[in-house]
């Protein structure tokens, strides 16, 4: 299914008024509707007028933590959110993810690589990834979801049933940062939020046997590891 993204409604959460200004101006270039906002509190009026497609938020605002507003709008909805910020701790970009935020750019950020998150954003965010069939697929991977069947570059992929559910929550999150905290959680449960070397040593045993069986070169480099918060499936 191919989806338009020009035209979606962008909500521009940015303190820092010539940065907003420049930003709002490439996006409405590209035929991006932007709606702009310099504080939390207008940030949260402006999200509670008129429900947004996207949310591009900046955290340092002058009023409150951009925290505040991630918290507000994942209680509400599934809407997508983007954090921009100048914050480089991985400690910021785990907390920022795992209250809801989908992905994370670090500042100083080029133009075309913000189109490119929003883009990846607003199709993961239109519609279920699976076909009719149940199958899902990103490039040469294939995960046949009813029969719990993999495959990859049209070779079969043997995982265990704990390996297939790892995969699963990564492929239905493709292009799209998934936290150690969120992937534990949804394989193993919340007792489990803390135990990341349980997704490093699985995710391992995933990458190793979708390259042993691999034929075409479409495992490499699908599975990326942002080192220290998560995973996430590169799209083609």
Known sequence: MTVATEGARLLLV????????????????????????????????AWASGRPDLVLLDLGLPDQDGLTVVSRVRREATTPILVLSARHQERDRVEALDLG????????FGVTELVARIRALLRRAAGPAADPTGRVQVGGLVLDVPNH?????????????????????????????VTHGRLLRAVWGSAYSDESHYAHVYVSQIRRKLT?????????????????????????
């Open 212 to 236: 042993a069986a691999d034929r075409t070169g479409s495992a490499r480099g699908l599975i990326v590891a942002e080192p220290g918060v998560g995973y996430r499936i590169s799209e083609p």
């Open 101 to 108: 935020a989908d992905d994370y750019l670090t500042k100083p």
């Open 149 to 177: 069947l993999v495959t990859i570059g049209g070779e079969r992929v043997d995982l265990t049933p704990r390996e297939f559910e790892v995969l699963k929550v990564l492929v239905a999150h493709a292009g799209r940062l």
């Open 14 to 45: 940015e303190d820092d008024l010539d940065l907003r200004a420049s930003l709002a101006a490439s996006l409405r270039a590209r035929d991006y509707s932007v709606k702009e906002a310099g504080t939390a509190r207008d940030a949260l009026a």
